[in-house]
């Protein structure tokens, strides 16, 4: 054992590398439960944490305690005015961390929990501003994740969890991605294993008069207003945009916000010639093209590398992030995504490609 800074404070690990922090892993129950012991021991003393949810990594602190969601924003650089969800393990804990607990929320909560849904209410007085970057609402989940749910449990305490990257980059869906992304700022991964969704949880604003999708997800509109029992079109679109000094609506509907390192653009082709013709047109290098397509892979001379994507959208989520993790630690310089399907189930996704593509 031997002391190594986390974050701005001591911390006590037994791992030998001073750049990577130690991934327990939980494949069996007696290492589930030795892992769920050290992070809540971690968590309770204030400590943060990485740790699974089924959407992506999670850099986890106790969502009560200003100081160590202060932490997150450090470890993170993460700026100051952008909220962090907190994820709870009952009903009863989202409804202790909320002023008020409408009925939207009743029935989105009764459909969707546990799993990859945000639900934005007003904020009781036992979460602190910090959280909410000063705002009056707070972001509730309660993830599905086994492990996440122990230690909640474990805790007795909510947990604040932005995903587990730096800042601006793409979210981590398993424990080597953290550690590549935050090994060296965290005291303690918990590999839970490939993240099943893939993609962050859909935010949906119910703090105004009609329901507001801040961030979409893979829960779409459609079963959001199935749940809600509204008619189509009733829910306002996601904001874009930010709202100059104030604190964000949602940060992560910023217009250029997930990306990889390497620069992302988004094309459709019709075959080998258009697709190589549209590369000469926009000036892009076949050589330093690495093309993501799920439908019309190229068979073209000169590409730095094709990846074939899935086609169901569910299983195309969980392989994204994966992929531009490969891409960037590859040293790919451009990726080359073919545009997705149409089709509510593919608007996440669709999101998530046009923020990353940047305006
Ligand atoms: O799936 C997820 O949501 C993951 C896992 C770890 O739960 N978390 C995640 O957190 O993606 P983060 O911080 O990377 O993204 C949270 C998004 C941000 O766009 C943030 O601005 C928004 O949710 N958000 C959080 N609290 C909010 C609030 N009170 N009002 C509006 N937006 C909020
Ligand atoms: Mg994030």
Known sequence: MRERRACGTLTAVSDD????????????????????????????????????????YGLAANALDEQAV???????????????IVHVDSLDMAKSCAKEWPATAERLA?????????????????IPAIVAAGGATVGLRWPSHPFMQATIRACGFPLAAPSANPSN???????EHVRRLLG????LIIDGGQAQVGIESTVIDL?????????????????????????PYSIDGAAMGDGGGEPLKSPGCLVKHYSPSARLVVLAWENDEDLRSQLDARKLPANECHVVSHTRTPDLAG??????????????????????????ETGVKIIVMETLPAGAEWNGLADRLRRAAGP
Request: one cysteine or more; a positive charge.
């Open 17 to 56: 590398r001073s750049s990577a922090a130690p991934i327990l892993p939980t494949h069996t129950p007696p290492l589930f439960k030795e892992a769920v012991r050290r992070a809540t021991a971690l968590l309770r003393a204030g400590q943060v944490v990485a740790l699974p949810t089924e959407t992506v």
């Open 70 to 84: 202060a932490r997150i924003y450090e470890c993170k650089g993460r700026p100051a005015r952008n909220p962090i």
């Open 110 to 126: 009764a459909a969707f929990w546990p799993g990859p849904l945000t639900l934005v209410v007003f904020r009781s007085a036992k």
């Open 169 to 175: 980059q793409i979210s981590p869906t398993n424990a």
């Open 184 to 187: 060296g700022r965290v005291p």
């Open 207 to 231: 703090t105004a008069e009609s329901p507001r999708v801040l961030r979409p997800g893979m829960i779409h509109e459609a079963s959001i207003l199935a749940a809600l029992q509204l008619p």
């Open 303 to 328: 590409l730095s590398g094709v990846s074939v994507m899935p086609h169901d959208a569910e299983a195309f989520a969980r392989a994204l992030y994966a992929e531009w993790h490969r891409c960037d």
